[in-house]
């Protein structure tokens, strides 16, 4: 049997639910180690990023049933881990700083010389505002376009390439200090 598309295994995962869900591990599969890396970018916490794997692992299966070709199977997927991504943030916000989505405010200036271009920017990644942060995960980690992320994010199309614009403004000029 040949390999089936994306779509053909969709549609046989949607008529095989409820009752036989070994499909979804071959559909759900690959979108895992970068499902796994984005929440954890995201997070900065890889026990509460294995939480929000596992959450949209049972959402995505939960929800299949009703999913239309809208956008695709991997902005939609996506969208699921943003969300729970949002409400782990919410859960834990007791324990955490206030969480500031003002564009840049809450950057602190990394201190340390980075011994490369990737902990540098990582580094100052983390400072980065949730949405910015989201943003750039959503762009270079997932390799989303513009209006998928637009989408994800509930944000207009020029205000996704606004931040992204001043995120990559603001990394170059931390890479020339």
């Known amino acids: 049997m040949s390999a089936l598309n994306e779509r053909q295994l969709i549609a046989i995962v949607q008529e095989s639910l409820p009752y036989d869900s070994s499909l979804f591990q071959q559909l759900i599969t690959p979108y895992l180690p970068t499902l ?28 299949l049933k009703n ?10 997927l996506f969208k ?19 969480d500031d989505d003002e ?3 809450n950057v602190i200036a990394v201190e340390s010389r980075h011994e490369d271009l ?7 990644m983390v400072h980065l505002s949730f949405i910015d942060r989201n943003i750039m995960l959503l762009r270079y980690r997932t390799e989303l376009d513009f209006q998928e992320i637009a989408d994800i994010c509930n ?3 020029s205000a996704v390439k606004m931040r992204h ?10 890479l020339a200090e």
Not at 67 to 76: E, G, L, M, P, R
Request: charged share 30%; net charge positive.
């Open 36 to 63: 796994k890396g984005y929440c954890v970018k995201l997070l900065n916490n890889s026990p509460d990023a294995e939480d929000v794997v596992q959450e949209t692992i049972v959402k995505a299966l939960t929800h």
């Open 67 to 76: 999913f239309k070709w809208v956008v695709s199977f991997k902005a939609w």
């Open 80 to 98: 699921i881990a943003h969300n729970e991504c949002i409400n782990k943030i919410r859960d834990r916000r007791w324990d955490s700083s206030v």
């Open 103 to 105: 564009y840049l405010d």
């Open 118 to 124: 990737s902990s540098l920017l990582s580094a100052t």
């Open 155 to 157: 944000l207009k199309l």
């Open 165 to 174: 614009k001043r995120v990559i403004e603001f990394l170059q000029r931390k």
